[in-house]
T-cell receptor, first 117, second 116 residues
Framework: AQSVTQLDSQVPVFEEAPVELRCNYS??????LFWYVQYPNQGLQLLLK??????LVESINGFEAEFNKSQTSFHLRKPSVHISDTAEYFC???????????????FGQGTILTVHP | NAGVTQTPKFQVLKTGQSMTLQCAQDMNHEYMSWYRQDPGMGLRLIHY???????DQGEVPNGYNVSRSTTEDFPLRLLSAAPSQTSVYFC???????????????FGEGSRLTVL
């Protein structure tokens, strides 16, 4: 069975400071990895994903995440955060096509990022 | 393009009442699923469908029923609501691997349910 652990439930940070949201996963098979963001009172939106190839993936709004197979991690980083980045962030894992869990995401517990002025 | 549409957005029930959360998608996705979101627990899979007529249980299926009569619709039924079912419910859909899917889920806006 797969599992995802987000190591911080809340991360407060000041505007323009760097931030890292940590995610570790456990799986016996090859996986796809995702970060979703949820703004207050909204649904989940895909932030970025790792499928294959380069281990560093980027989003359009300055976030990046690096897949580290040996450490089974997929940490999310941003060098300079904005007030508008305040949201809850979820790390998720899925099997590759053909795997029993393909198309079914296993989520971490979520990390609430609060950016203070 | 509407994407994934959930109704109602808010609902208050009394213990023992039944209700159906509706979910429809217009992207011709084969896969559809229901998750519940509770504070500090992330999202947990309730039920899952890989196509019309095919459903399967997820991590927390007790107290919920589903059916998939069409590709577009995937309703979630609570037969006898309990306070433990107070939660935010999300419907999601995705392509299958055979149609180019990469596991990415597309989510609805959520349905907030309170059971008194």
């Amino acid at each position: 069975a797969q599992s995802v652990t987000q190591l911080d439930s809340q991360v407060p940070v000041f505007e323009e400071a760097p931030v890292e949201l940590r995610c570790n996963y456990s799986s016996s098979v090859s996986v796809y990895l995702f970060w979703y963001v949820q703004y207050p009172n909204q649904g989940l939106q895909l932030l970025l994903k790792y499928l294959s190839g380069s281990t560093l993936v980027e989003s359009i709004n300055g976030f990046e995440a690096e897949f580290n197979k040996s450490q089974t991690s997929f940490h999310l980083r941003k060098p300079s955060v904005h007030i508008s980045d305040t949201a809850e962030y979820f790390c998720a894992v899925s099997d590759h096509p053909g795997g029993t869990s393909y198309g079914k995401l296993t989520f971490g517990q979520g990390t609430i990022l609060t950016v203070h002025p | 393009n509407a994407g994934v549409t959930q109704t109602p957005k808010f609902q208050v029930l009394k213990t023992g009442q039944s209700m159906t959360l509706q979910c429809a998608q217009d992207m011709n996705h084969e896969y559809m699923s229901w998750y519940r979101q509770d504070p500090g627990m992330g999202l947990r899979l309730i039920h899952y469908s890989v196509g019309a007529g095919i459903t399967d249980q997820g991590e927390v299926p007790n107290g919920y029923n589903v059916s998939r009569s069409t590709t577009e619709d995937f309703p979630l039924r609570l037969l006898s609501a309990a306070p433990s079912q107070t939660s935010v419910y999300f419907c999601a859909s995705s392509y299958s691997a055979g149609t180019g899917g990469n596991g990415e889920l597309f989510f609805g806006e959520g349905s907030r349910l309170t059971v008194l």
